[in-house]
C-alpha cells in the first residue's frame, strides 16, 4: 500500500512516499532523485511513520542538501574536458 504526503522540510515542501510492506523493520531513504521514501511494516500505523520522519528531520535535509549539490554540476570532466 502506498500513501503519498506533503512536508516542510526547511523552506521547500516535499513529497513523502510512505510504503507498507511484508517486513520486519523500517527504512528511510533519500534518493538522489530528491525522493523521500519510508518503508514500514503492515503492522505500523502511517502517522507513526510521519512522527519518525519528523524526528530524522535533521538527517532528512542534510541527506537533500548532500543530493542537490551534487545535481548542481554542470557536466563530467573526462579526460580534462567538461562533457554536459
Given at each position: 500500500?502506498?500513501?503519498r504526503?506533503?512536508?516542510?522540510i526547511g ?5 513523502v ?68
Open positions: 500500500m502506498i500513501k504526503y506533503k512536508i516542510t523552506n521547500k515542501e516535499r513529497e512516499i510512505i510504503l507498507k510492506k511484508k517486513k520486519k523493520n523500517i527504512s528511510l531513504q533519500v534518493k538522489p532523485s530528491l525522493e523521500i521514501i519510508l518503508s514500514i511494516p503492515m503492522r505500523v500505523s502511517y502517522s507513526y511513520g510521519l512522527k519518525l520522519i519528523e524526528r530524522k528531520y535533521l538527517w532528512i535535509e542534510d541527506k537533500l542538501e548532500k543530493y542537490s549539490s551534487v545535481s548542481d554540476v554542470l557536466g563530467i570532466y573526462y579526460l580534462g574536458e567538461l562533457y554536459p
